[in-house]
């Protein structure tokens, strides 16, 4: 199991006339407001791994008490952040399940006092978690780039001396993610490494039929309800080449690596799917990687890689 790893991070520059404080997220003071009327917003960029629960039906999908600490920085000013119960922008893969905002431990239904900055010297956490409830059974799946907007949590803010602000914290995630309503898994929810080896260029073909360069592996499916016996969709996500046709990017010019479903012999372009059966809440797909060119173009020597997400949905 992990946890998100915020990595471009939070807020503040507050200003002293309504409120006066500084935040921090793993340590690293951050800036980035901005007004819009009375909105002021900050862009928290991170790595979006997930924390599950054993069975995978609770994910803590942003968990600020681990990572962010404010501190009040002005003498006389006591400064209350509150969390509204609504949130903003979430993936329809999402929307079908019970995503909710908790505070100390508990789901918030209304506004939501989080923490109280005293002019102390003390760095309180920011005790927030935004939760999935997921389904058991094969759901959608939703699909985030690198760079693309997550969701956005509504945060309010008053002080002592009656002044109050708004807030739009927008979560981006740092690199490319796919979203499911539903706690079924592809590979244990495990990462892969394909090792193509060492690929002689002049190997390398312009189809995944004529490559000399493939290699075969096999994910195995679960869905926590065992009476799931029905025909699932496997999608492939990931950055599309800009050369090679229904390829994923490998960063070497010319080069991508195509994904073939390898008993239907059915290439799965990036967004794409094949189908397969699970039965009793199991299955696996044969999947094939193969390094392909650009035909006519002259690969270069250097290493290479792809990344792609495969994800189980209901077809």
């Keep these: 199991m992990s946890r998100i790893l915020f990595l471009v991070v939070l807020l503040n520059v507050f200003l002293p006339s309504a409120f006066g404080f500084t935040c921090t997220m793993q340590g690293v003071t951050v800036g980035g407001l901005y007004p819009s009327g009375t909105t002021f917003y900050a862009d928290i960029t991170f790595n979006p791994d997930v924390y599950k629960s054993p069975d995978g039906t609770e994910q803590i999908l942003i968990d600020l008490g681990k990572d962010m600490k404010c501190h009040n920085d002005l003498k006389g ?83 002592n001396l009656g002044n109050y602000d708004r807030f739009k914290w927008r979560f981006f995630t740092s690199k490319d993610i796919g979203v499911t309503s539903s706690a079924c898994t592809v590979n244990n929810d495990s990462a892969m490494t394909i090792d193509m080896g060492a ?13 000399g360069t493939r290699r075969e592996f096999t994910l195995p499916l679960s869905c926590p309800d065992t009476t799931v016996s029905e025909r699932v969709r ?20 010319g080069l991508g690596i ?58």
């Design 77 to 159: 000013y006591v400064d209350y952040v509150w969390m509204e119960p609504t949130l903003e922008g979430v993936p329809p893969a999402l929307q079908q399940s019970d995503t909710s905002i908790w505070v100390n431990g508990s789901k918030i239904t209304s506004r939501t006092l989080a923490a109280t900055l005293n002019f102390d010297g003390s760095w309180p956490p920011i005790p927030v978690q935004i939760k999935a409830t997921l389904s058991k059974k094969p759901g959608s799946s939703s699909f985030i780039p690198a760079g693309g907007e997550l969701m956005t949590l509504n945060v309010y803010q008053n002080n």
């Design 199 to 211: 690929v002689p260029p002049s190997l390398v073909g312009s189809t995944y039929h004529t490559t």
């Design 234 to 253: 496997i999608i492939v996500y990931g950055s599309t080449s800009t050369d090679v046709s229904d390829a994923l990017q490998t960063g070497v010019p």
């Design 258 to 315: 195509q994904i073939v479903d390898t008993e239907k012999n059915k290439l799965i372009p990036p967004g794409g799917y094949t189908t397969v059966d699970m039965v009793n809440g199991k299955g696996y797909i044969r999947l094939l990687a193969a390094a392909v060119k650009k035909s006519g173009s002259v690969i270069k020597a250097g290493d290479f890689s792809a990344n792609m997400i495969v994800a189980l949905t209901q077809d």
